[in-house]
Every structure is written in C-alpha cells, then in structure tokens.
C-alpha cells in the first residue's frame, strides 16, 4: 500500500468548523465590497464578454448577483423567486436564476450595480440574523442530498458571490483580491461540503487534497490513512467542483500520486454546491 507522506501534516476535512451569525455576517459583507468593487472596474466592453457559467455573459452574471441579493430582502421576495417552476430536468436554482435574469433583461449594468448597493447590505444582515423560522427548514438537494436554508445564507450565498466574481475576474482579466482569512475559510467550508459528500464513496480509505494558492491548504477527506494524493490550483479546484470544469478539464489540472485510480474515482466524485 502507498502511503501519502503528507497525509499527517493534512487536516480533517470534516472537521472544519461552522460558522456562526458574526462569521457568516463577516463573510457575506466582504464579499459583497469585493463584488461592488470589482463590477465598478468593468467597462462598456465588459459586460458582453462570456463566462465560464456558458449561457451567461458577464452583465447576466451581474443581473443574477442583483436577483439574489434582492431574495434575501423580504420573505416576500423569497417566496415570489422560489416559486419558479423548474424545466424538466432543470434544478430549482436554475429556474430561480432565469426569473431573476428575465425580470432584469432591460435594467443596465449601472442599475444592476446600484439595485445590489441598494438590497445587498439589507439581505446579507437578514441572511446572518433573521429569516429564523425558515433557517430551520431544509428541502432535499441532487448535490448535498439535502439543503439547510441555514447553510444557503450562512455558507452558500458568500461562496457564490465568491465563485462569480472569480468567474468575472477571469472572463475580464481582472485581479481576484483574496485575504488570509476570508478566502481560505470560504475555500475551507467548501471542503468540509467536498468531505460530506465522499463519505460514502471512500468508505474506510482516504485522500489527500493539496490545494496551492491562498485559498488552499492541505485536506484530508475520508477515514484512515491516505494512499493517494491530488494537487491543484485552489481556485482551478473551486471552478471544477462547482461544475464549470468537465472531468476531462479538471483532471489535467491535477497532479497525482499514491493510488491513482482512487484519487480519480475522488476528483469524479467532487462536486459541491455553489
């Protein structure tokens, strides 16, 4: 059996802890003053530029920051988004994503800006301390199996705003601005959702995960002692387990070693919420 060298120096995955209100709060209003700041770099070109999420372009990206914002506001916005019916085949999210996209087809970018410094501060204070009641609900979910409203705005909404302005930043040749203790607990929470999640496909073995960058680390995902390991780019690591990345995509940007075959069947198995 090949053992990892690095694998006791890795921390547990699993047991990253979660956050609390203030954590949540902090988190939420980073990432809101990065996002603002970076949509006012962008100029007229910009906004027609592609993005890694394929149907979109960057305004539309801007158009569901807006929306999603604007969700948090009142439980009856909530309610009125959460009330898209799905395609066939479609997530619920997706079908909340094009409501909030068609209800914004006409508003410009600088309106989009202005709707999200006008609803973004009062969603993400609702999102950390109110909302209680709906906080305790949970609805089933095809990625996590199951989704705690408590983790969609204490954990999932700063991870898309984090996700999407790195999607705007590389579709714009911006700089991502990350900071030792905001991005790396955003990265991190993503592994302790990636370490759920594989429980089950490792069972008894386990893999490291050595993620470069500032938002990276060195995880342990699954029980015993790890015999294979992958390395990636933090942020490359983000955009494949989010699903922008195919498999074929997200592989060539992993390096491994130990048991290889069990590192893949791991990498094919990543997938978390965003």
Same mark, same amino acid.
């Given at each position: 059996?090949?053992?990892?060298?690095?694998?006791?120096?890795? =921390?547990? &995955?699993?047991?990253?802890?979660?956050?609390? @209100? #203030?954590? /949540?709060?902090?988190?939420?209003? %980073? $990432?809101?003053?990065? =996002?603002? &700041?970076?949509?006012?770099?962008?100029?007229? @070109? #910009?906004? /027609?530029?592609?993005?890694?999420? %394929? $149907?979109?372009?960057?305004?539309?990206?801007?158009?569901?920051?807006?929306?999603?914002?604007?969700?948090?506001?009142?439980?009856?916005?909530?309610?009125?988004?959460?009330?898209?019916?799905?395609?066939?085949?479609?997530?619920?999210?997706?079908?909340?994503?094009?409501?909030?996209?068609?209800?914004?087809?006409?508003?410009?970018?600088?309106?989009?800006?202005?709707?999200?410094?006008?609803?973004?501060?009062?969603?993400?204070?609702?999102?950390?301390?109110?909302?209680?009641?709906?906080?305790?609900?949970?609805?089933?979910?095809?990625?996590?199996?199951?989704?705690?409203?408590?983790?969609?705005?204490?954990?999932?909404?700063?991870?898309?705003?984090?996700?999407?302005?790195?999607?705007?930043?590389?579709?714009?040749?911006?700089?991502?601005?990350?900071?030792?203790?905001?991005?790396?607990?955003?990265?991190?929470?993503?592994?302790?959702?990636?370490?759920?999640?594989?429980?089950?496909?490792?069972?008894?073995?386990?893999?490291?995960?050595?993620?470069?960058?500032?938002?990276?680390?060195?995880?342990?995902?699954?029980?015993?002692?790890?015999?294979?390991?992958?390395?990636?780019?933090?942020?490359?690591?983000?955009?494949?387990?989010?699903?922008?990345?195919?498999?074929?995509?997200?592989?060539?940007?992993?390096?491994?070693?130990?048991?290889?075959?069990?590192?893949?069947?791991?990498?094919?198995?990543?997938?978390?919420?965003?």
């Amino acid at each position: 059996m090949t053992v990892v060298a690095s694998s006791n120096a890795a =921390l547990e &995955a699993v047991r990253v802890p979660y956050l609390t @209100a #203030d954590e /949540a709060y902090a988190l939420l209003r %980073t $990432e809101l003053e990065r =996002l603002l &700041a970076l949509v006012e770099t962008l100029d007229s @070109a #910009d906004w /027609a530029k592609p993005t890694a999420c %394929t $149907e979109w372009t960057v305004r539309d990206m801007l158009a569901h920051q807006a929306g999603s914002y604007a969700s948090g506001t009142t439980y009856r916005e909530m309610i009125h988004q959460y009330r898209a019916k799905p395609k066939v085949g479609q997530l619920r999210e997706d079908a909340v994503n094009a409501l909030q996209l068609a209800e914004r087809a006409d508003t410009s970018p600088a309106q989009l800006i202005a709707e999200i410094r006008r609803v973004g501060p009062i969603a993400i204070h609702k999102w950390a301390y109110q909302f209680r009641l709906f906080k305790l609900n949970s609805v089933p979910h095809p990625v996590p199996g199951r989704l705690s409203m408590r983790d969609l705005m204490w954990v999932i909404h700063s991870r898309d705003t984090w996700m999407h302005r790195l999607d705007i930043c590389r579709a714009t040749g911006r700089t991502f601005e990350q900071t030792t203790g905001h991005d790396d607990r955003i990265a991190a929470l993503v592994m302790r959702d990636a370490a759920k999640k594989l429980a089950q496909k490792l069972g008894t073995r386990a893999v490291v995960f050595d993620l470069s960058g500032l938002a990276g680390g060195l995880w342990k995902i699954g029980t015993g002692q790890a015999t294979a390991s992958i390395q990636m780019d933090a942020l490359d690591f983000n955009v494949y387990a989010s699903g922008r990345y195919t498999y074929a995509e997200g592989r060539s940007k992993a390096n491994v070693s130990g048991d290889v075959a069990l590192a893949e069947l791991a990498l094919k198995n990543t997938q978390v919420l965003y």
